[in-house]
């Protein structure tokens, strides 16, 4: 989606606003003895208060209001009865329709005790998702967001999951420009216009380069279960600089 007017940007402020503040206070509810199923319950309350749906839901059917991955599970998983344990790597992505738009966010979570290098490998997840979001320039090339995502990874000595990849949202869940790589691509011939809305998630992981699907047609799990994690912001590029809109 590219926004043409000012009351299409309010709107996907508000939404943004709304994903954000339910992925906050998810991501504040997390603790050991708690399931997942409950704090997708708590999150499909948050979004109906506001009078949201659940865009997974609405769009694809997905069991859940919110999708819910705990470790080495690293994307789209399933509310159930898993019970979170000291120790974990827990995703929470929200995403939600409102008034005709969609908000999409996202992010990894631990429940403390973890490793070092597990805290690093967050950090970093954050620094590399800011690194794409600063690259996002109107009338420069899409695939400059992957590149700059890219540059970090290596630098930092991490790998990048290659088929997971940021979408336009706006209009519906995954909009137009659909599957934007989150690494470079050098091929991708794509400008980015002035008010272009879409999101930055890479995933960030400790040697995996691609996920395979679980077996319940949605969790996504690395083959040798490398940590990993995502991060995501739903953002408008603009020439003063891109706006954050899922900011809570």
Not at 66 to 81: E, N
Not at 180 to 186: A, N, Q
């Amino acid at each position: 989606m590219t926004i043409e007017n000012d009351d299409q940007l309010q709107k996907l402020r508000r939404v943004g606003n709304v994903v954000a503040r339910t992925l906050k206070a998810m991501g504040a509810a997390l603790e050991p003895g708690i399931t997942t199923r409950e704090l997708d319950t708590l999150g499909r309350a948050l979004l109906e208060r506001e009078g949201a749906r659940s865009a997974p839901e609405i769009t694809y059917g997905f069991p859940g209001a919110t999708c819910i991955s705990v470790g080495p599970d690293c994307a789209h998983g399933i509310p159930d009865d898993t019970v979170i344990q000291k120790g974990d790597l827990v995703n929470i992505d929200v995403s939600a329709e409102l008034d005709g738009y969609f908000g999409d966010t996202g992010a990894s979570f631990t429940v403390p005790p973890v490793a070092p290098r597990i805290q690093r490998l967050c950090r970093d997840g954050r620094r590399a998702m800011w690194a794409g979001i600063r690259a996002a320039r109107p009338g420069g090339p899409l695939n400059a967001v992957g590149l700059a995502i890219e540059k970090f990874a290596q630098k930092s000595g991490y790998s990048l999951v290659r088929n997971l990849a940021s979408h336009g949202v706006g209009h519906s869940l995954h909009d137009e420009p659909s599957e934007i790589p989150t690494w470079y691509e050098p091929g991708d011939r794509r400008r980015i216009p002035e008010g272009l809305v879409f999101t930055v998630e890479p995933f960030l992981s400790l040697g995996a380069d691609w996920v395979e699907e679980k077996g319940d047609g949605w969790t996504l799990r690395p083959p040798e279960h490398q940590p990993t994690v995502q991060y995501e912001h739903t953002i408008v590029a603009t020439s003063k600089g891109p706006i954050i809109l899922t900011l809570a």
